[in-house]
Nanobody, 110 residues
């Protein structure tokens, strides 16, 4: 069992930046960020695998978001730049195989 706690959500203006972090109670080789926007299914934002450090991004995240992890601290980060109102969502951390955090709200105002 892996417990996850997300930090860093909040309200930011259009074009602003936020960094989310997710602290895990244990190590898993793959960690991901997902989001759920109002009226839509939860969707993958980005993921990172260890030890290869392989990263994957959703198309909407490429060039704006960066996922990283500190394996010594079992923490994964999501740096989000140039945020847009359509990025408003609850962001969830996921640890392989299927452990989820409770989510953190990100609101981008226009």
């Amino acid at each position: 069992q892996v417990q996850l706690v997300e930090y860093g959500g909040g309200v930011v203006h259009d074009g602003g930046s936020l960094t989310l972090s997710c602290a895990a109670s244990g190590f898993t080789h793959r960690m991901s960020w997902y989001r759920r926007t109002p009226g839509k299914e939860r969707e993958l934002v980005a993921s990172i695998s260890s030890p290869s450090d392989t990263r994957t991004y959703a198309d909407f995240a490429k060039g704006r978001f960066t996922i990283s992890r500190d394996t010594s601290e079992n923490t994964v980060y999501l740096q989000m730049n140039n945020l847009k109102p359509e990025d408003t969502a609850v962001y969830y951390c996921k640890a392989w195989p299927n452990f989820w955090g409770r989510g953190t709200q990100v609101t981008v105002s226009s």
